[in-house]
């Protein structure tokens, strides 16, 4: 076995990077934002619906998010849309589900 097979994370980088990404979505309320988001592109209107909080928190977590380039967005009219910008997120978050979430 090579030595770097026995780690996940091979480098400095690739470990500081990740622990960025993890930092920014362990508060609870950006990770339901991402739990909501999965594959879909949602109006700040409608995650402010489903997550039941002030427009204003939602929109500095979907700041944070995105200035950790977790989320990307774009503007339709006087909306603006986010979507998780990153396939690697949404692999981490279904594997999360799979590990957290219990089906009854």
Not at 19 to 47: F, T, W, Y
Not at 59 to 65: T, V
Not at 69 to 98: C, F, P, Q, S, T
């Amino acid at each position: 076995m090579d030595e770097n097979e026995e780690h996940l994370l091979y480098n400095d980088t690739d470990i500081a990077k990740a622990a960025r990404c993890l930092k920014a979505m362990s508060h609870p309320l950006r990770l339901k934002i991402l739990c909501i988001l999965g594959n879909q592109s949602i109006s700040v209107q409608d995650i402010v619906g489903q997550v039941g909080t002030s427009q204003s928190n939602i929109s500095q977590h979907l700041s944070i998010l995105k200035e950790k380039n977790i989320l990307g967005a774009h503007k339709e009219a006087n909306r603006v849309y986010y979507y998780i910008d990153d396939e690697r997120i949404l692999k981490l978050i279904k594997m999360m589900r799979d590990v957290f979430c219990t089906t009854h």
